[in-house]
């Protein structure tokens, strides 16, 4: 992922934040899951800063949002504590995995610190400028 793009859906990302008056942590890393742009806006939480960085790695390292994620890693589920690999994954909404218009997969972008639908719905539209 070039940084011109990451930039591009930091910023699509912030401006969602602040429309819904929320304070959040914003991670975007490659394909390869290794960071290339992270804010945290005045007012979000520290404790989230590490939270935006394994929502997008698990998105990308799965290839699957955080929502869908957590489907399969609760205890009721198949991969109960699959969270536990790759150096520790999150599995609740507001990674989405950022796919190219031809459905290539460039990364992931990880929001945290808003409530659960408002981190999936703020990282869900900065991922849209990229298929726009």
């Not at 979000?44 to 799965?62: E, H, M, Q, Y």
């Not at 999150?90 to 031809?102: H, R």
């Not at 929001?111 to 298929?131: E, K, M, N």
């Amino acid at each position: 992922m070039k940084l011109s793009s990451a930039t591009l859906i930091l910023d699509t990302a912030l401006a969602e934040a602040q429309k819904r008056g929320v304070s959040v942590c914003i991670s975007i890393v490659d394909a390869a899951a290794w960071p290339v742009a992270f804010v945290r806006m005045d007012g979000a939480p520290l404790g989230v800063i590490d939270v935006s960085n394994k929502k997008a790695r698990t998105a990308v390292l799965f290839q699957m949002d955080s929502a869908d994620f957590a489907k399969v890693a609760h205890p009721d589920a198949g991969a109960y504590t699959l969270e536990n690999t790759n150096g520790g994954l999150t599995s609740f909404g507001g990674g989405v995995v950022l796919k190219a218009a031809d459905g290539t997969v460039l990364g992931g972008i990880g929001v945290s610190g808003a409530a659960t639908q408002d981190d999936i719905d703020i990282a869900r539209t900065a991922a849209d400028t990229l298929t726009a």
